[in-house]
């Protein structure tokens, strides 16, 4: 039993690898630290995971993140340090049950272990995700639904995704993707009383050189470094400086006038 298990495992894994981080975004997105600043989102997810073990990140801000990963790509450990003292540190657990993939996320912060969040990707014989459940701090009720995956081949189209609120009220948020002739994703849309957007660009090389980001609620994009003052919905950020594998190890905040410092990270290869 023991070995199917494994087998079936090894199969797929290729298929979850992009998966497990693409829904990782929500596990980082709603994680907040009562009394401290507000933790940077989505440093891990922006790489390409192909035989990467490690990358740190140091923001604007004082902040310092942590990732490592195991040589298939899945994320198994993310530190985040705030000028220098740990403020969270997150393992990640991966479990296979028949046709369900189980990610579970502690926080080991302090020594006192805690479960911070769970979620469960419910998987087609051919590996594709068709929904996700996400609970919160060991609650058995879900409180993120993910539904209705729409793909087009290998690509993932569209999907839907309510709180556990959205749900008990027959709402949701609709969620597209769009590609170009090289399967490169340059738009995202989020829809729900507005829509956010988020356009992707990339150079010749096929390296990630941009985001683009706008929302139809001005209090979506706060705190961050707005594209000009007429236009606090729009933030544009750069990429620079790629390594040998096409990743970047710098970003910028661009706005009208000039390029403000975001981010900057090492990148460790096995």
Aim: charged content about 25%; hydrophobic content about 30%.
């Amino acid at each position: 039993m023991a070995s199917g298990i494994n087998a079936f495992a090894n199969e797929r894994q290729l298929n979850y690898k992009m998966k497990i981080l693409f829904f990782l975004i929500f596990i980082f997105e709603s994680i907040v630290i009562s009394g401290y600043p507000t933790i940077p989102k989505g440093f891990c997810n922006q790489i390409s995971v192909t035989g990467v073990r490690k990358v740190t990140t140091i923001t604007h801000d004082k902040w310092s993140i942590v990732c490592n990963f195991d040589r298939q790509g899945f994320l198994n450990r993310e530190q985040r340090f705030y000028k220098g003292e740990l403020k969270a540190d997150y393992a990640y657990e991966y479990k296979i049950t028949d046709s369900v993939l189980v990610t579970i996320v502690t926080d080991r912060e302090n020594q006192h272990i805690k479960l911070v969040k769970k979620s469960e990707d419910y998987l087609s014989p051919s590996g594709k995700c068709y929904k996700c459940r996400v609970y919160m701090n060991g609650s058995e009720s879900a409180s993120l639904y993910v539904d209705n995956f729409v793909y087009d081949g290998d690509l993932l189209i569209s999907y839907d995704v309510a709180t556990a609120w959205q749900k008990r009220n027959g709402k949701a948020s609709k969620v597209h993707y769009y590609y170009n002739k090289k399967k490169q994703k340059i738009l995202e849309t989020k829809s729900f009383n507005g829509t956010d957007s988020v356009i992707y660009s990339y150079d010749k090389m096929g390296r990630l050189t941009g985001e683009t980001k706008t929302s139809d609620s001005l209090s979506v994009l706060s705190g961050i470094v707005p594209y000009a003052d007429n236009e606090l919905n729009k933030v544009q950020l750069t990429y620079s400086h790629f390594d040998n594998k096409g990743n970047w190890t710098k970003s910028y905040y661009t706005t009208q006038e000039e390029k403000i410092f975001r981010s900057k990270r090492k990148i460790e290869y096995w």
